[in-house]
């Protein structure tokens, strides 16, 4: 009877699944309009002009992304070297090191590299890259000696008052990452992605080499052997922290051929027209460091518990945090290549109905990233490692934050109007709506939840952020975003998992849950070839095996 019961529950998830199926395939008015139209013209204008765009937006995010996926990637790898090491405790205090660069990050920056990418399409670009390098350098060198001067006030914030020497390097190594960036972004900007992604391997596999010499050659070396004693226990966790400053201190030295192109100038009157572009930024991106980031101190405040165990629970949240790093790094290598691509694409006239077509392809790869890990989330918690199983407790919120993720990266897609339109401070108050509910959530139930109010948080403030960003962007700058496709995508991924979940509840061996993801993940590749059909036999390379 049970049985009986349980059965019935499987057939109406996939008889749901398919309904949903029927939804993305149905012939709306929308894709009517647009086969028609590709059917004589491509937005327009030469269809070459569009595939030429698609492609050189794809090589551009392989190259970016080759850096990002293949570095982060390596990066990643670290996490079960350092679960094993580290007890939570300890590694939530890496993770609470780090969350304080990525909010200082956002100040020492200003939002500049929006600002050089929107100037530098209007204008010349060694003005806007000399003076805005040179304000990067000013503030940087204010910050970094307040900063320093106040390290043991902030250490003891963070209550680790025996370390002040964490928070040094910590400052040191977002100065040296701010003078990186608009080198960077010159080199985004006059289409070098090798250069970069060399340069970003480059600076991960130096990081991660010097933490593997430090924490497990001279760790671990024998007394009388070459390294013996190279090791300093009153440093501990703070290789980890030395290896990232060695790193970026490299990354600046091999950025020296865009350093020679720079001359120290401060145009006034410019510097104040990039400064009230970029000022709403810093809002943004505080904003969205606090969303992401926030949850790091609250747990340290709120957790109705010691220290120790406060930082235990935000070292099982970072290292399952980790476990959404397909999706990020997929978005991270899609902005790094969108955001020149879409600032240059705003002068043509069917600039919208190509945003909205890169939309959607980048929704449903999201959606595969989202299901190559749910699907498989039995093999993907081996990389938080076997010695500390505590981190496991937290593989529930994985699925939470993945589509947090994918709402943040359709977020990024939609934020293009209004950095277009030149409304950043309506992107700043959306933001800073998205942090004010972060917070209200964090603050009502990490009392009572944990880590678990964190990804809760984290999902309904990027959910709101993404729909208030969609409803404001459609009334400034339209763009004919097939919504209830991309719904229905998301929609039937969430209910492949459920089904996936409710087969392992039927039938428990792993072999079963492995040859079931197989298989649902097929079936959604399947769907999109099917649906999609017309679409893909536009594009290049793969085209041809669709028509």
Not at 215 to 235: Q, T
Not at 328 to 354: D, H, M, N, Y
Request: hydrophobic residues 50%; positive net charge; aromatic residues 16%.
């Amino acid at each position: 009877m049970q049985l009986s019961v349980k059965l019935r529950g499987l057939c109406g998830f996939v008889f749901f699944t398919t309904e949903c199926a029927k939804l993305a395939t149905e012939e709306n008015t929308e894709r009517n309009r647009f086969f028609s139209i590709a059917q004589h013209v491509i937005f327009d204008f030469h269809e070459n002009n569009f595939l030429s765009s698609i492609k050189q937006l794809a090589g551009q995010t392989f190259w970016y992304g080759a850096s990002s996926i293949f570095g982060r990637f390596l990066n990643y790898l670290l996490t079960p070297l350092l679960a094993t090491i580290f007890a939570s405790a300890d590694y939530g205090k890496i993770t609470t090191l780090f969350a304080i660069a990525a909010f200082l990050n956002i100040i020492y920056t200003y939002g500049m590299e929006t600002a050089y990418f929107r100037f530098s399409s209007k204008q010349s670009e060694a003005d806007v890259y000399n003076t805005g390098l040179s304000s990067l350098l000013l503030t940087t060198t204010l910050l970094t000696a307040v900063l320093w001067a106040l390290s043991p006030q902030l250490a003891a914030f963070l209550e680790l008052p025996g370390h002040p020497e964490y928070v040094h390097w910590v400052i040191a190594i977002v100065a040296l990452d701010t003078l990186a960036v608009l080198p960077f972004s010159k080199l985004r900007f006059s289409g070098r992605p090798r250069k970069f992604a060399f340069i970003k391997i480059l600076n991960i596999l130096v990081n991660i080499g010097l933490i593997l010499f430090f924490l497990v050659v001279c760790k671990n070396a024998d007394p009388g052997s070459l390294f013996y004693g190279w090791y300093n226990a009153n440093i501990g966790l703070g290789y980890v922290i030395l290896a990232n400053l060695a790193a970026s201190a490299l990354t600046l030295l091999l950025l020296a051929g865009e350093w020679r192109a720079f001359r120290f100038r401060i145009n006034r009157p410019f510097w104040k027209e990039l400064m009230l572009y970029s000022w709403p930024l810093i809002i943004v991106g505080f904003g969205g460091m606090v969303n992401e980031m926030i949850d790091r101190f609250m747990i340290l405040k709120l957790y109705p518990g010691t220290s120790e165990e406060a930082y235990s629970q935000s070292g099982i949240y970072g290292a399952n945090y980790k476990l959404a790093v397909l999706i990020v790094l997929f978005i991270q290598a899609f902005r790094l290549g969108a955001e020149p691509f879409f600032f240059k694409q705003s002068t043509q006239e069917q600039a919208p109905r190509l945003y909205a077509r890169v939309m959607k392809f980048f929704v449903i790869a999201c959606c595969c990233c989202f299901l190559g890990v749910v699907l498989f989330l039995d093999i993907w918690k081996y990389f938080m490692g076997r010695t500390h199983p505590e981190y496991w407790t937290g593989l529930h919120v994985v699925p939470i934050l993945l589509l947090a993720k994918l709402f943040l990266g359709v977020y990024y897609n939609l934020s293009v109007w209004y950095k277009l339109t030149n409304r950043n401070l309506t992107g700043a108050w959306i933001t800073l709506g998205g942090a004010a509910l972060t917070m209200l959530i964090n603050f009502l139930l990490i009392p009572v939840l944990g880590y678990l109010a964190c990804a809760i948080a984290t999902f309904v403030c990027y959910g709101f952020m993404m729909v208030i960003s969609y409803r404001l962007g459609q009334r400034y700058y339209p763009v004919p975003y097939a919504w209830r496709k991309l719904t229905a995508y998301v929609v039937v991924s969430v209910l492949l998992f459920g089904v996936h979940q409710l087969g392992g509840w039927l039938y428990e061996p792993h072999w079963f849950r492995h040859l079931l993801g197989l298989l649902l993940g097929g079936a959604f590749l399947l769907l999109v070839a099917r649906v999609e059909r017309k679409e893909l036999a536009l594009l290049p390379m793969v085209g041809r095996y669709f028509k």
